[in-house]
Protein backbone atom coordinates (compact mmCIF):
# COMPACT_ATOMS: atom_id res chain seq x y z
CA UNK A 1 0.00 0.00 0.00
CA UNK A 2 2.95 2.41 -0.01
CA UNK A 3 3.22 2.32 -3.59
CA UNK A 4 1.78 3.97 -6.77
CA UNK A 5 -0.88 2.48 -8.09
CA UNK A 6 -0.45 1.79 -11.73
CA UNK A 7 -3.81 2.19 -14.23
CA UNK A 8 -6.03 4.74 -12.04
CA UNK A 9 -8.21 7.27 -13.04
CA UNK A 10 -5.24 10.16 -13.66
CA UNK A 11 -3.51 7.86 -16.22
CA UNK A 12 -6.99 7.92 -18.21
CA UNK A 13 -7.27 11.71 -18.21
CA UNK A 14 -7.98 12.84 -15.32
CA UNK A 15 -6.35 15.57 -13.85
CA UNK A 16 -7.36 14.27 -9.94
CA UNK A 17 -8.99 11.66 -8.45
CA UNK A 18 -10.42 11.19 -4.77
CA UNK A 19 -12.25 7.83 -4.00
CA UNK A 20 -12.62 4.47 -3.14
CA UNK A 21 -11.78 0.98 -4.76
CA UNK A 22 -15.04 -1.16 -4.72
CA UNK A 23 -16.59 0.21 -1.30
CA UNK A 24 -17.85 -2.98 0.04
CA UNK A 25 -14.62 -4.89 -0.55
CA UNK A 26 -11.31 -4.54 0.72
CA UNK A 27 -9.05 -2.55 1.12
CA UNK A 28 -11.19 -0.13 3.26
CA UNK A 29 -9.34 3.47 2.58
CA UNK A 30 -9.38 6.40 0.59
CA UNK A 31 -7.66 6.79 -2.23
CA UNK A 32 -6.00 10.20 -3.97
CA UNK A 33 -4.94 10.15 -7.41
CA UNK A 34 -1.92 7.14 -7.21
CA UNK A 35 -2.11 6.49 -3.76
CA UNK A 36 -3.60 4.98 -1.10
CA UNK A 37 -4.19 8.11 2.01
CA UNK A 38 -2.52 6.45 4.76
CA UNK A 39 -1.63 2.43 4.62
CA UNK A 40 -4.64 0.38 5.65
CA UNK A 41 -3.41 -1.67 8.11
CA UNK A 42 -5.71 -3.03 10.43
CA UNK A 43 -8.68 -5.87 9.85
CA UNK A 44 -12.07 -4.31 8.93
CA UNK A 45 -14.31 -4.97 12.44
CA UNK A 46 -16.35 -8.53 12.06
CA UNK A 47 -19.66 -5.59 13.18
CA UNK A 48 -18.76 -3.97 9.45
CA UNK A 49 -19.08 -7.35 7.93
CA UNK A 50 -22.49 -8.68 6.35
CA UNK A 51 -26.26 -7.16 6.58
CA UNK A 52 -25.20 -5.23 3.30
CA UNK A 53 -22.01 -3.50 4.62
CA UNK A 54 -18.65 -4.85 4.05
CA UNK A 55 -18.72 -8.44 2.35
CA UNK A 56 -15.25 -9.36 2.94
CA UNK A 57 -13.08 -9.47 5.64
CA UNK A 58 -9.67 -7.27 4.97
CA UNK A 59 -7.51 -4.32 5.21
CA UNK A 60 -8.54 -1.52 6.59
CA UNK A 61 -7.79 2.05 8.03
CA UNK A 62 -8.21 2.72 11.57
CA UNK A 63 -11.51 3.61 12.83
CA UNK A 64 -12.80 3.15 9.26
CA UNK A 65 -16.73 3.18 8.67
CA UNK A 66 -18.84 3.36 5.55
CA UNK A 67 -21.05 6.15 6.92
CA UNK A 68 -18.14 8.65 6.21
CA UNK A 69 -18.29 8.25 2.68
CA UNK A 70 -21.40 10.35 0.61
CA UNK A 71 -20.79 12.94 2.70
CA UNK A 72 -16.78 13.04 2.21
CA UNK A 73 -17.81 12.73 -1.39
CA UNK A 74 -19.94 15.43 -1.33
CA UNK A 75 -17.55 17.72 0.60
CA UNK A 76 -14.72 17.07 -1.75
CA UNK A 77 -16.73 17.61 -4.67
CA UNK A 78 -18.19 20.87 -3.17
CA UNK A 79 -14.20 22.12 -2.81
CA UNK A 80 -13.25 20.84 -6.32
CA UNK A 81 -16.06 23.49 -7.86
CA UNK A 82 -15.17 26.13 -5.81
CA UNK A 83 -11.80 26.02 -6.74
CA UNK A 84 -12.51 25.21 -10.62
CA UNK A 85 -14.85 27.97 -10.47
CA UNK A 86 -12.74 30.61 -9.73
CA UNK A 87 -10.66 29.39 -12.67
CA UNK A 88 -13.20 30.59 -15.31
CA UNK A 89 -12.69 27.78 -17.16
CA UNK A 90 -14.66 24.75 -18.06
CA UNK A 91 -14.22 21.92 -15.89
CA UNK A 92 -15.62 17.95 -15.54
CA UNK A 93 -16.40 16.56 -12.41
CA UNK A 94 -17.54 12.72 -12.31
CA UNK A 95 -18.75 11.60 -9.30
CA UNK A 96 -19.74 8.00 -9.24
CA UNK A 97 -21.21 7.65 -5.60
CA UNK A 98 -21.41 4.11 -3.36
CA UNK A 99 -24.48 4.44 -2.93
CA UNK A 100 -27.66 3.32 -3.18
CA UNK A 101 -25.22 0.12 -3.50
CA UNK A 102 -24.79 -1.42 -0.62
CA UNK A 103 -22.79 -0.83 1.90
CA UNK A 104 -26.13 0.31 3.32
CA UNK A 105 -24.67 2.67 5.86
CA UNK A 106 -26.72 5.67 6.48
CA UNK A 107 -26.05 8.23 8.78
CA UNK A 108 -28.03 8.82 12.13
CA UNK A 109 -30.01 12.03 10.56
CA UNK A 110 -31.78 9.98 7.82
CA UNK A 111 -32.66 7.22 9.36
CA UNK A 112 -36.03 6.12 9.62
CA UNK A 113 -36.71 9.17 7.21
CA UNK A 114 -38.56 7.32 4.23
CA UNK A 115 -40.98 6.44 6.79
CA UNK A 116 -40.40 2.71 4.16
CA UNK A 117 -36.88 0.69 5.11
CA UNK A 118 -33.48 1.33 4.99
CA UNK A 119 -32.43 1.39 1.79
CA UNK A 120 -35.04 4.12 1.29
CA UNK A 121 -33.59 6.31 3.99
CA UNK A 122 -30.25 5.75 1.85
CA UNK A 123 -31.80 6.81 -1.49
CA UNK A 124 -33.01 10.01 0.37
CA UNK A 125 -29.54 10.58 1.73
CA UNK A 126 -27.82 9.57 -1.61
CA UNK A 127 -30.54 12.43 -3.00
CA UNK A 128 -29.55 15.18 -0.12
CA UNK A 129 -25.81 14.42 -1.47
CA UNK A 130 -26.14 15.29 -4.98
CA UNK A 131 -28.58 18.53 -3.56
CA UNK A 132 -24.72 19.81 -2.08
CA UNK A 133 -23.31 19.18 -5.28
CA UNK A 134 -25.70 21.55 -6.81
CA UNK A 135 -25.86 23.60 -3.80
CA UNK A 136 -22.46 24.51 -4.89
CA UNK A 137 -22.81 25.35 -8.42
CA UNK A 138 -25.23 27.81 -6.98
CA UNK A 139 -22.90 29.08 -4.72
CA UNK A 140 -20.21 29.77 -6.97
CA UNK A 141 -22.32 31.08 -9.80
CA UNK A 142 -21.85 28.33 -12.23
CA UNK A 143 -25.32 26.76 -11.95
CA UNK A 144 -26.46 28.31 -15.36
CA UNK A 145 -23.51 26.86 -17.22
CA UNK A 146 -23.13 23.56 -16.03
CA UNK A 147 -24.47 20.62 -17.71
CA UNK A 148 -25.80 17.95 -14.80
CA UNK A 149 -26.65 14.77 -15.92
CA UNK A 150 -27.63 12.06 -13.23
CA UNK A 151 -28.23 8.57 -13.62
CA UNK A 152 -27.44 5.30 -12.02
CA UNK A 153 -26.13 1.57 -13.32
CA UNK A 154 -28.85 -0.76 -12.77
CA UNK A 155 -31.42 -1.49 -11.67
CA UNK A 156 -32.39 -1.72 -7.95
CA UNK A 157 -31.02 -4.90 -6.03
CA UNK A 158 -33.73 -7.26 -5.18
CA UNK A 159 -31.86 -8.14 -2.00
CA UNK A 160 -32.53 -4.78 -0.14
CA UNK A 161 -35.56 -4.98 1.22
CA UNK A 162 -38.01 -4.99 -1.91
CA UNK A 163 -40.97 -7.29 -0.62
CA UNK A 164 -41.42 -5.25 1.82
CA UNK A 165 -41.19 -2.06 -0.14
CA UNK A 166 -43.29 -3.52 -2.54
CA UNK A 167 -45.66 -4.44 0.52
CA UNK A 168 -45.90 -1.02 1.31
CA UNK A 169 -46.61 0.33 -2.14
CA UNK A 170 -43.44 1.10 -3.29
CA UNK A 171 -41.90 -0.17 -6.53
CA UNK A 172 -38.38 0.54 -7.48
CA UNK A 173 -38.62 -0.86 -10.79
CA UNK A 174 -41.62 0.85 -11.48
CA UNK A 175 -44.15 -0.88 -13.75
CA UNK A 176 -41.16 -2.98 -15.21
CA UNK A 177 -40.42 -6.59 -14.09
CA UNK A 178 -37.40 -7.35 -12.58
CA UNK A 179 -34.56 -6.21 -10.68
CA UNK A 180 -30.63 -5.46 -10.79
CA UNK A 181 -29.25 -9.08 -11.95
CA UNK A 182 -31.65 -9.59 -14.16
CA UNK A 183 -32.05 -9.32 -18.27
CA UNK A 184 -35.72 -8.10 -17.70
CA UNK A 185 -36.37 -4.10 -17.83
CA UNK A 186 -36.39 -3.50 -14.57
CA UNK A 187 -32.96 -4.88 -14.42
CA UNK A 188 -31.27 -2.58 -16.91
CA UNK A 189 -33.98 0.73 -16.96
CA UNK A 190 -32.86 3.78 -15.17
CA UNK A 191 -33.91 7.33 -15.05
CA UNK A 192 -31.51 10.07 -16.74
CA UNK A 193 -32.10 13.08 -14.93
CA UNK A 194 -30.41 16.29 -17.15
CA UNK A 195 -30.20 19.78 -16.40
CA UNK A 196 -28.96 22.60 -18.86
CA UNK A 197 -29.65 25.92 -18.79
CA UNK A 198 -31.35 27.76 -21.73
CA UNK A 199 -31.11 24.50 -23.52
CA UNK A 200 -33.66 21.94 -21.81
CA UNK A 201 -36.78 23.02 -20.22
CA UNK A 202 -37.23 22.51 -16.62
CA UNK A 203 -40.13 19.80 -16.21
CA UNK A 204 -39.75 18.44 -19.43
CA UNK A 205 -39.25 14.54 -20.12
CA UNK A 206 -37.67 12.57 -22.66
CA UNK A 207 -38.70 9.09 -23.95
CA UNK A 208 -35.80 8.52 -26.44
CA UNK A 209 -33.43 5.51 -24.92
CA UNK A 210 -29.85 6.79 -24.16
CA UNK A 211 -27.00 4.26 -23.04
Known amino acids: FARPIIGGPTTRGF????????????PYCYIEND???????????????GNNQGSLPGPA??????????????????????????????????MPL????????VNAEWKGKSGLNLYADFVMETDAMVG????????????GETIVLFASDNGCAH?????????????????????KSDAWDGGHRIPCIA?????IEPGSTC?????
Open 195 to 199: RWSGA
Open 132 to 143: RVLDALEANEVA
Open 98 to 105: TSPHTPLA
Open 35 to 49: RTLGIPSQFLPARLL
Open 159 to 179: YIGVPELEAMGHFPSASYRGY
Open 61 to 94: MADWNFEQLLPTFAEKASHFIAAEAKQNSPFFLY
Open 15 to 26: DLYFGVDVPNWP
Open 207 to 211: AETVC
